[in-house]
């Protein structure tokens, strides 16, 4: 069951300062309205993985990392490779985050990430079939968050891409029905660049990237996903509150404007290895 | 996803002899359960769901209670034999994504503040899915909440969007929600004027979320009339009874 979240308190003059300083458009940590975090991305920092990427959005940390395996397609897709997205909120990462069974919000953020992925097409699934009905790659992207400070799902999304985007597959020879793992490994092609953005709604004020303190202090958010061609592929409201339709209109547009500009920065070292 | 499906018909309508911008036929009926505080039943097309409301009561472990506000509890449950496979009765991820984006749906609406140390649930049981089983569920439950005479600041009527072989359609079949290239669940208070439930999958451009978004006003409109229609001829039948 879905149970109204205790949100942690933040206090009254920290929230009356927060709201104080929106209506003069500026924020806590210095920042306008609609600028990111500072944002890093490291490439391959697990070995082991066939791909994976660390990346830090302020003091919001994830790392995420590929693991490549070979399964039985699914029956309605016997020509498709596997792709399963898992968010793990480690409890080191914050006091709110609470060893044991997925929370709902861990769910969400991976089935929120996985739409991300799976609906841009950024992995080709057809190209992972090794026997068709048989043997087909699975990929699965485990999100590991390692410091809370808010926007978990714009971070997830560019760790996820850039862990991708490092990602080698080994190759399979194929004898009748039996495959035989090779030496050698290609590179995971991506067919596109989604980055998402998420928009923290406080009174009649918006913001993008909402850090931690903002997040709680907020109604409600609203993730909006957005391709390399400016379509859009994800979007999910999270939290109670009303958006206007005028409100979220106006995200479509400003989401093409600032993820542009997302994009250059988080995928740069990926668009420039290519 | 091999074989090509056709989503419409020469003659341009739908798989299910539908307009683009027509809902299936929808029929909702209030208090129809007897334990229940409150309950609602909906068939839309081949949706069958039904919600029911118990509470406002005491929030037993104490520690999961607010002390200035009722909690919500919401599940969304899919019957084993409402799909063509039959669904494992666990919760599923999607299940649980879903009782979440639901309760944050009925969260604004619902004046909490009146209630405080309490909680109510909230369940919600698809019989048979058809597609936009969330959006139908949705607007069964605030039926059934505003049936257990709990406060609310409105009702809220929501209703799938999308898009099939480019065309931007409204309340999406199964057929459609599988193979059309996208699904925008919305949940829309026209009194109002706010979105309380938007979620996505598919590509649309912003143009066409534009489109699908106007359709949803509309369809969600027609729904919330009939949602009206169906609490007014709840409780003219308990006046006769009386």
């Keep these: 069951m879905s149970v109204t979240e205790q949100r942690p308190i933040i206090s009254k003059l920290e929230k009356q300062e927060l709201y104080r300083l929106l209506a003069e458009g500026k924020r806590v940590d210095g920042r306008s309205l609609f600028q990111h975090r500072n944002l890093s991305v490291q490439l391959g920092y697990i070995e082991k993985a066939e791909g994976s990427a660390l990346v830090e959005l302020g003091n919001t940390k994830i790392l995420a990392a590929v693991k490549v395996g070979v399964a039985l397609p699914f029956a309605d897709t016997p020509n498709e490779g596997i792709l399963i997205v898992n968010a793990e909120l480690v409890p080191l990462a914050s006091p709110v985050f609470e060893p044991g069974p997925p929370s709902e919000e861990s769910i969400s953020l991976a089935r929120y990430v996985d739409r991300s992925i799976r609906e841009s097409k950024t992995v080709d699934l057809s ?16 999100l590991y968050i390692l410091d809370y400070d808010g926007n978990l799902i714009d971070a997830s999304v560019i760790a996820s891409v850039n862990a991708l985007g490092t990602t080698m597959l080994p190759k399979y020879s194929v004898e009748g029905q039996n495959i035989k793992k090779l030496d050698e490994s290609f590179k995971l092609e991506l067919k596109d660049y989604p980055v998402s953005l998420t928009y923290a709604f406080l009174g009649d004020k918006y913001v993008v990237d909402p850090c931690l303190n903002e997040e709680y202090a907020s109604d409600f958010t609203v993730s909006i996903t957005v391709k390399s061609d400016d379509r859009f592929c994800a979007i999910q409201k999270n939290g109670g509150g009303m958006l206007s339709p005028k409100s979220f209109l106006d995200l479509l547009e400003k989401s093409i404007t600032l993820g542009k500009e997302l994009r250059r920065v988080a995928y740069s070292q990926l668009v420039k290895n290519d | 996803m091999g074989e090509k499906i056709s989503l419409f018909k020469e003659d341009g309508r739908r798989t299910d002899g539908r307009a683009p911008d027509e809902l299936r036929p929808i029929k909702i009926k209030v208090g129809v359960l007897s334990n229940a505080q409150g309950s609602a039943y909906i068939e839309q097309g081949k ?4 919600a029911a409301v118990y509470g406002p009561k005491e929030a037993l472990p104490k520690h999961i209670s607010l002390p200035d506000r009722c909690i919500l509890r919401c599940r969304y449950h899919m019957a084993p034999f409402s799909t063509p496979e039959r669904k494992s009765p666990a919760p599923s991820r999607r299940e649980i994504e879903l009782s979440m984006v639901i309760r944050n749906a009925l969260e604004p609406l619902v004046m909490t503040s009146l209630f405080p140390r309490t909680v109510i649930d909230i369940f919600i049981e698809v019989l048979q899915a058809d597609g936009g089983t969330r959006c139908a569920g949705l607007t069964a439950a605030v039926l059934a909440l505003a049936d257990a005479g709990i406060p609310l600041r409105g009702l809220t009527a929501a209703c799938a969007v ?7 359609i409204v309340d999406l079949n199964d057929i459609e929600d599988k193979y059309g290239e996208a699904d925008m669940p919305i949940a829309y208070n026209p009194t109002l004027d706010g979105i309380t439930l938007i979620q996505m999958d598919g590509i649309m451009s912003k143009e066409e979320i534009e489109q699908a978004l106007s359709l949803a006003i509309t369809a969600t409109q027609k729904i919330h009339k009939m949602q009206v229609d169906a609490l007014k001829e709840r409780f003219s039948l308990s006046r006769r009874e009386v």
Aim: aromatic share 8%.
């Design chain 1, 127 to 142: 190209s992972l079939c090794i026997v068709p009905g048989r043997s087909v790659y699975s990929l699965y992207i485990d």
């Design chain 2, 47 to 50: 949706n069958k769901i039904l």
């Design chain 2, 162 to 168: 999308g898009k099939a072989e480019g065309k931007v």
